[in-house]
């Protein structure tokens, strides 16, 4: 994942970053030492249908460009790196990595060995290698000692480390000035000890950069025509691009040691990426699967055509059902439970995704059936289900329209699988819920004497049960006091259309809708986009600085994909050009590199001002984020269609459509 001009690498587990950073620092050996994270970068991908980047940087006085591209065949990254000098000066080019093996930076050594920076813990190891090689070598304590802080301080590498054991940056100078010697090849190779990680990156190296680099372009070229065609919903070559980097993405965030262990995201945005000095034993929630998100990743990636990685993410959400049925929170790609609050939406969506599959084998059937007893079974703070310990943004408990639309599907899917494999009288038991939950919804939570409308509309969530009650509480996410429930509404209520529980022109959704778009909707030169709910907080600060842990006040901003939600919910009520629109403001969120993210800029501060972001482009929240792309890929398959190509029909044929 590019983490701007450096890159923190993955060895082959999504929840285990082996690597913080690779960067290239330029120097003139005296009066500057500048990071290509440092100065004017733009990024550009090689093709949309292939993962790999090319990073082209400008500094004072010189131009740098840095490609990306990992190989197919061993456990490494090759970066091509070119540096011209723009006074005819000579440079300085050095290369700093800062390993973090086994996801933990605290506790790795490093040395200088054969004309490496090698590095490793009790499980894992790195190896840096340069071609032409480096000409001076130093491991030092991050902060104090490290090649980084030396040249920041010094314009110059001061200092040589043979070895250093603990939180470490390594460094190495290159043997190119930007005038008459430009060129060079980094090769880090990841392995289980030193040897395999050494032998890795030798032998990509040996290989050659271009020679490794078609050979990704082929197995991805591969696997991509095994799909469907591009959708013809895709109105220009950007929307396409944008559609086949979000194929790439998708597979890409698949776990490579467990099959359809698929994270959130391979980024690590504000403090989950600082927080301890980049030391925290931990992935930090991006790096996790999701439930919630490997439905969006599995839904997606079908749509396209790939079937066997929806049926991955199936089994693997068996692998981590716990005993009493439910799917944990989220967990590491090792199958171990990381957070550990109930989201029924969590246990109910992998049903729905059961049934999008047919999964009929017993083992399946045996998963359904447990997580749907979890369903009806669970209760919190004295309520019984739907009423969950939290909703889908996994700060309120409550019982939320959007949750219940996702156990209300779940169940029915579930009777159909028991029904077709003969056990109607559970499939009976199973709908007898569903439709008493299905029943209530608006007594749960639609006020009809909230501030926004004198008629019906969804809330985010009730406390209560009791809508038109002024129940307190706090939102979360850094907001500083608490709210009546009755001013908190949130767009997740459409889940309700989407899979099938009401239909697009039930009075309650339509009233709904106008007050979404008049509380959380805004315009931006992308398109129109929603915050979560009313007094988001989980943003930047006011001033653009990251969001944290302090309690400082911050702010959500726009989400892309509710626009995709909101497609979906277009084409059910026949507004397919709306629909379009939809498809056209997601992929113009796409930063430079065709990635889509978790949020945009809304029209406050710091965007919309001479010297701040553009409204409606990436903040620097999680990038790319794969609910996004999935939520893209999706909406272009039911614009081709004509309508959501997820929708349980089972559930729309008993309710929406009765």
């Given amino acids: 994942s590019s983490a701007c001009c450096g890159t923190a690498i993955g060895r082959s587990s999504g929840s285990t970053p082996a690597s913080r950073t690779l960067q290239l620092v330029v120097s003139d050996g005296e009066s500057f030492a500048q990071r290509l994270s440092d100065v004017p970068t733009r990024t550009e991908p090689i093709d949309a ?8 940087s400008t500094g004072d006085g010189w131009t740098a460009t840095t490609t990306y591209v990992t190989d197919p065949a061993r456990a490494s990254v090759l970066v091509d790196f070119s540096l011209r000098s723009l006074s005819g000066e000579p440079l300085q080019a050095y290369a700093i990595h800062e390993p973090t093996l086994s996801k933990d930076g ?23 290698r340069a071609e032409p090689g480096f000409t001076a070598m130093s491991t030092g304590y991050l902060g104090t000692s490290d ?83 591009a959708p013809s919903s895709l109105a220009s070559e950007h929307e396409e691009d944008v559609y086949w980097s979000s194929i790439t993405e998708l597979a890409s965030s698949e776990d490579k040691q467990r099959p359809g ?36 990743h599995a839904t997606g990636l079908l749509a396209a055509g790939d079937v066997g990685a929806a049926h991955r993410a ?46 009929t084998d017993p083992e399946s059937l045996d998963a359904v059936r447990k997580a749907a007893e979890f369903l009806i079974d669970f209760s919190y703070d004295g309520y019984p289900s739907p009423y969950s310990e939290q909703e889908r943004w996994e700060n309120q408990s409550g019982y939320s329209p959007g949750t219940i639309a996702s156990t209300i599907a779940a169940l029915v899917c579930a009777a159909d699988l028991l029904e077709r494999s003969g056990d109607s009288a559970t499939a009976e038991k199973y709908l007898a819920v569903a439709d008493d939950w299905e029943s209530k919804v608006e007594e749960w939570t639609a006020t009809s004497n909230g501030p926004f409308s004198d008629k019906p509309y969804y809330l985010r969530v009730t406390k209560d049960g009791n809508p038109n009650q002024g129940t307190m509480y706090n939102p979360g996410d850094n907001y500083p006091e608490d709210v009546d429930q009755r001013t908190q509404v949130d767009p997740s209520f459409l ?25 959380l909707s805004e315009q931006t030169p992308a398109g129109q986009f929603w ?46 050009a709306s629909a379009r629109e939809r498809l056209t403001s997601m992929a113009a969120t796409a930063n430079e590199g065709l990635m889509l993210p978790e949020q945009v800029w809304d029209n406050r501060a710091p965007a919309g001002g001479a010297d701040g972001p553009r409204p409606g482009t990436p903040t620097f929240s999680a990038t790319p984020l794969s609910w996004t792309h999935g939520q893209y890929v999706r909406l272009a398959w039911s614009i081709e269609v004509g309508y959501p190509v997820e929708r349980p029909s089972v559930v729309a044929d008993r309710y929406a459509e009765r």
């Fill in 531 to 576: 915050h979560r709910f009313t007094d988001d907080g989980y943003g930047e600060k006011a001033d653009g600085g990251q969001w944290d842990l302090t309690g400082e006040r911050t702010y959500g901003r726009l989400w892309p994909i509710f626009a995709g939600e909101r497609g979906e919910y277009e084409l059910l009520a026949g507004q397919t």
């Fill in 495 to 519: 889940e309700l259309v989407r899979l099938g529980v009401r239909g697009h022109d039930d009075p309650v959704v339509r009233n709904s809708i106008k007050v979404v778009d008049h509380v």
């Fill in 314 to 359: 199936w089994e693997y959400l068996m692998s981590i059902q716990a005993p009493d049925g439910h799917l944990p929170q989220n967990t590491q790609t090792t199958g171990e439970a990381y957070w550990t609050s109930v989201q029924l939406d969590e246990t109910a969506l992998p049903i729905v995704l059961a049934w999008q599959l047919g999964r």
């Fill in 106 to 128: 605290s506790d790795d050594g490093g040395r200088s060995e054969d004309g490496m920076l090698v590095a490793q813990d009790k499980n894992a190891a790195s190896a840096l």
């Fill in 261 to 296: 262990a698929f994270i959130a995201s391979p980024s690590e945005p504000w403090v989950w990426r600082d927080r301890n000095g980049g030391l925290a034993p931990d992935p930090g929630p991006y790096h996790l699967v999701w439930p919630r998100d490997l439905y969006q």
């Fill in 49 to 56: 249908k292939t993962p790999s980047y090319r990073q082209i």
């Fill in 147 to 229: 090649g980084w802080t030396d040249l920041s301080r010094n314009k110059t590498l001061t200092e040589r480390y043979d070895e250093a054991q603990g939180n470490i940056g390594q460094v190495g100078r290159l043997p190119i000035d930007g005038v008459d010697s430009s060129h060079a090849l980094l090769t880090l190779g990841f392995g289980k000890d030193v040897d395999e990680a050494v032998s890795a990156a030798t032998a990509s190296e040996q290989m050659g950069f271009e020679a490794v680099s078609a050979a990704y372009r082929a197995g991805w070229q591969q696997y991509l025509t095994s799909l469907k065609p």
